[in-house]
């Protein structure tokens, strides 16, 4: 799509009659809006007939006729009668946005949409008013009765009414769909609100539809408008953004689609395959079948020989790469999608799955293109692959990727943070280029695979060699003597998981064949080789149990590439420094790039803590052999335990002298957003703060490994089993880690006192925790009372502070302790692309 300059836009839209007055108002300093305009100065339609009230303007024939009226600004359609209901026409409505905001945070994003919708157009009298339906309760096998009932319990959405202007042949109705366009569709106020960017309302006054970008189609219809937004108290990520930040103008994008053809067939998901699914429920059910199904989001691929194992398809799936990426970006992209190729090969489709670039002029919001899109924030930010669904079946009408362009930027400084400046562009195996683009390609099949229809895979690390693009790919950075070897950082290719998933959503049985038997078999086949599933919900959270969902980890051994992890850290920080800084970039960058080195290990700490209190389970269906769950070892528990103990000793958060008076070099005054919530501790102040950063450190070991729900769970199979971890056993360890009894020294000693505070900050929000069970909270207080009598009498003022504060016989200076730690919100810098834990990401990656 081109995109055109505000002034080039007012200089198209703003033509004739409508346009000099315009101009001259705009002299004045007056803003002129359309919709009041066209209402003053534009007349109403002559005559009662389409044919008359149309005259002069520009039609457009397609999906339904429509006439553009560029002087008065203004997108007429013609709707037909499509039943006796009153019904105007029922399609697919999507809306995206075509401009957004750019703030990471907000998420207002360039090509983000909305939850596909299925819009009827009703006549009521004189009007035609547009209504939602809602498409998540139905009687699909009942009776028309039935089907009324249900449509009658639940209520549907009426959006918008318009008077029409004209009938003509058949009940033909005329209608001005200006203000349809020219409301806040997309429901950008709301993200602004719940952002908490202020309260913002539509100018009608400036918000009007985008008359030339009107395209019609025979499947599809794409409009086009001008929203501005007018608030008075806007937030921090509005005013560092938008130039008058009381006007947010955004631009909406309305795709109207027709409804699929019959012919689909809707597949139920499986909990073992990793589908995404749409909850519909369905009352027409027999009492013994479920009401509630899960409908798989796939898209239509039928073979042109049904009865052949493999066969060309009757319409390929094809995703296009966003003109706007650059070269060598643009060609990353492209090969990495293109790695999809393979699993439908597989699968038994020939030539089924392709990657193009989007041709010249064609707008990457067109229903009829799967896209990649390629979008900018003013930070780095999540990654999206999303489906445009029919949501009575399921079926994918179109393919929505959105690829943040700051991610591969950060992926570059992190890579420079472990090698060094001076290696990019070199084209050797460690620079830092090369490998940025390796995990690009990564990031562009695994988004194009939620389009697809699968969802995140976050134990794919844990067998095989990386067998999925649907996990979160931690670069696999070998040792080779005292250097580090990044040829391996990324598979190349789909995996075992990501072959069968496509097989399984996408198998067309032969007719005659029992389709339900056919997918059966393949779940079988597949977990007979090993395949393995961890859910997003099962993953994410920081008290999730599965020692198999671990996002940004690598390898079956989490402990063992703990350990591995660190060595490469140790390996960085040891030579990080000017090397480390393009040349010419301020030293104080640094502070900024040293970030995700320092805390290189967070991830495989994540990964490594699910084992303590961990619980291995599956997604079994009746009729699974094999255990449903099975409770981690204690022996590797107890290993796990050791390895996150020593992530917080102070040898390993320690940095050299020279390298934290490196890292205190003055900042330019101008700074930019993206360094300030970067670094450790507060960005206003050029001094480097080691112990902040050991303080950060030590509180993502801390807030995973005493996290209330893995306490509880510790303290309940302790409590079952005396062979495995038990909660006084853990507490003990790792107040013994915390206060050894041997004293440090110099910045030891500094960072030793904030990891002890950090441990008993920690117990104290815990004990304020209404989800802590009773024996965990009794168990915290016993370890408590008993660090405090071992430290009472010491001879330090911390251990002496530290005994009057366990020993008091009131709970409140511990309360008032997690109270104060809870208003301070000590977190480490953002990992997770802003406000979560990811570098290497994204729903989304």
Not at 788 to 817: I, N, T, V, Y
Request: hydrophobic share 40%; charged share 25%.
């Amino acid at each position: 799509m081109i995109v055109r300059t505000r002034s080039e836009d007012l200089s198209k839209d703003l033509s004739g009659a409508c346009g000099r007055l315009a101009w001259a108002a705009l002299a004045l300093g007056v803003l002129i809006a359309r919709p009041s305009m066209a209402a003053s100065i534009c007349p109403a339609p002559s005559g009662t007939t389409i044919e008359a009230a149309t005259q002069g303007l520009e039609r457009k024939e397609g999906l339904f006729p429509v006439y553009l009226d560029r002087e008065c600004g203004r997108v007429l359609a013609v709707l037909k009668p499509s039943g006796g209901d009153g019904t105007y026409g029922r399609y697919l409505y999507q809306v995206y946005l075509r401009a957004g905001l750019g703030s990471t945070p907000v998420g207002l994003d360039r090509s983000m949409p909305v939850d596909t919708q299925i819009l009827a157009f009703q006549r009521a009298g004189g009007r035609i008013v547009v209504n939602v339906e809602n498409s998540g309760f139905r009687a699909d096998h009942g009776s028309a009765d039935e089907a009324q009932a249900v449509r009658d319990s639940f209520a549907s959405s009426s959006i918008w009414a318009g008077d029409i202007l004209a009938l003509g042949e058949n009940g033909a109705a005329l209608v001005d769909l200006s203000s349809f366009l020219a409301r806040d569709g997309f429901g950008a106020i709301d993200a602004l609100k719940q952002a908490g960017q202020g309260a913002f309302h539509t100018d009608a006054a400036l918000s009007y539809p985008d008359v030339g970008e009107s395209q019609v189609f025979p499947e599809n219809v794409e409009l086009e408008a001008h929203q501005t937004l007018v608030g008075d108290e806007p937030g921090p990520e509005v005013t560092g953004i938008v130039p008058a930040p009381h006007n947010i103008t955004l631009i909406e994008h309305y795709s109207l689609i027709r409804l699929p053809e019959p012919g689909y067939v809707p597949r139920l998901s499986d909990p073992r395959t990793g589908a995404i699914a749409s909850l519909v429920a369905d009352y027409s059910m027999p009492l013994g079948q479920p009401l509630v199904a899960r409908l798989a989001h796939r898209f239509r691929l039928e073979k042109v020989d049904p009865t052949a194992a493999r066969s060309r398809v009757k319409k390929p799936i094809v995703f296009y790469v966003d003109r706007a990426a650059p070269e060598p970006i643009r060609s990353a992209l492209v090969e990495g999608a293109s790695w999809w190729s393979k699993a439908f090969e597989e699968a038994g489709f020939i030539d089924a799955f392709q990657v193009k670039v989007l041709p010249e002029g064609i707008s990457p919001l067109d229903a009829r293109y799967n896209v990649i899109n390629w979008v900018h924030r003013q930070t780095r930010g999540w990654s999206l692959g999303m489906n445009i669904v029919d949501p009575r079946t399921g079926e994918i009408v179109k393919g929505a990727v959105i690829l943040g362009s700051q991610r591969v930027r950060q992926d570059r400084l992190i890579f420079e943070g472990l090698v060094g400046a001076d290696k990019t562009g070199s084209g050797a195996q460690d620079d830092p280029i090369r490998v940025s683009l390796m995990r690009l390609r990564q990031l562009s099949v695994h988004e194009t695979g939620h389009a697809l229809g699968l969802e995140h895979n976050f134990a794919a690390s844990n067998f095989g060699d990386r067998e999925s693009v649907m996990d979160y790919p931690s670069p696999r950075v070998k040792i080779a003597g005292d250097s580090l070897d990044f040829s391996d950082a990324y598979r190349v290719g789909i995996g075992a998981w990501d072959r069968f998933a496509i097989r399984w959503l996408y198998d067309e049985a032969a007719p005659g064949a029992n389709q339900d038997a056919e997918l059966a078999a393949i779940v079988r086949d597949g977990y007979a080789h090993g395949l393995k599933f961890v859910s997003d919900p099962d993953a994410r959270p920081t008290a999730s149990a599965n020692p198999a969902g671990a996002l940004w980890d690598d390898g079956p051994d989490s402990v063992a590439e703990l350990s591995h992890v660190l060595a490469v850290r140790r390996i960085a920080l040891d030579r990080f420094g000017l090397k480390n800084l393009p040349a010419g970039q301020p030293v104080a960058d640094l502070k900024r790039i040293i970030v995700p080195i320092y805390l290189f290990h967070r991830y495989q700490v994540d990964a490594v803590a699910k084992k303590v209190g961990g619980v291995d389970f599956n997604y079994p269906v009746q009729g699974d052999t094999g255990p449903v769950s099975t409770v981690v070892p204690g022996s590797e528990q107890r290993r796990a335990l050791a390895a996150l103990l020593a992530t917080v000793d102070p040898q390993v958060l320690d940095l050299p002298a020279p390298l934290i008076n490196l890292l205190s070099a003055g900042e330019p005054i101008d700074r930019d957003k993206a360094f300030d919530v970067e670094v450790f501790g507060s960005s206003q102040t050029p001094v480097f703060d080691l112990a902040t950063a050991a303080e950060a450190a030590a509180d993502i070991t801390w807030g995973d490994l005493l996290n209330p729900s893995r306490l509880n769970r510790v303290a309940d199979q302790g409590g079952r089993d005396p062979g495995q971890l038990g909660l006084a056993e853990l507490l003990g360890q790792s107040i013994t880690a915390a206060f050894p009894g041997a004293p440090d020294s110099g910045s030891r000693a500094v960072i030793r006192r904030r990891v002890q505070a950090r441990l008993v900050a920690r117990l104290a929000i815990d004990l304020q925790d209404k989800t802590l069970s009773p024996t965990a909270a009794a168990e915290i207080r016993a370890a408590l009372t008993d660090l405090g009598h071992r430290l009472e009498g010491g001879k330090s003022a911390d251990a002496r502070w530290f005994a009057a504060m366990l020993l008091d016989p009131a709970p409140a200076r511990l309360k008032a302790l997690a109270e104060a730690d809870m208003a301070r919100k000590v977190e480490p810098p953002p990992g997770m692309p802003i406000g979560e834990d990811d570098w290497f990401a994204g729903p989304g990656q």
